[in-house]
């Protein structure tokens, strides 16, 4: 069963930078899709990236476009989250995912398998 866990959560202002890092323990991690998710207060948790195990397609919701960049690497077992340009609508508690299908219609997703336990990034205005 594969562990996620994530690093690299935080407090910055509107228009800062944060990079989120994901470690995987299972030594198949690159047979599997990798994303990120949050959840805000309040609010259902929502897809915000992915990249696909073989090709490394990327995958990004419409609100991070542009912004945000996963990444990851296969021999160290490790995802990460790129995040430029934050606003306070990003704050939220990000989740690393492992899975085993991305969707694109009607919109960017992923199903996932294993869950990280979650980084707070807050991002003040």
């Known amino acids: 069963q594969a562990q996620l866990v994530e690093s690299g959560g935080g407090l910055v202002q509107a228009g800062g930078s944060l990079r989120l890092s994901c470690a995987a323990s299972?030594?198949?991690?690159?047979?599997?899709?990798m994303g990120w998710f949050r959840q805000a207060p309040g609010k259902e948790r929502e897809f915000v990236a992915a990249?696909?195990?073989?090709?490394?397609?990327?995958h990004y919701a419409d609100s991070v476009k542009g912004r945000f960049t996963i990444s990851r690497d296969n021999t160290n077992r490790r995802v990460y989250l790129q995040m430029n340009s934050l606003k306070s609508e990003d704050t939220a508690v990000y989740y690393c995912?492992?899975?085993?299908?991305?969707?694109?219609?009607?919109?960017?997703?992923?199903?996932?398998?294993?869950w990280g336990r979650g980084t707070q990034v807050t991002v003040s205005s």
């Open positions: 995912a492992a899975g085993s299908t991305i969707t694109t219609i009607p919109k960017p997703g992923m199903t996932s398998d294993y």
């Open positions: 990249m696909s195990r073989a090709v490394g397609a990327t």
């Open positions: 299972e030594r198949t991690f690159s047979d599997y899709h």
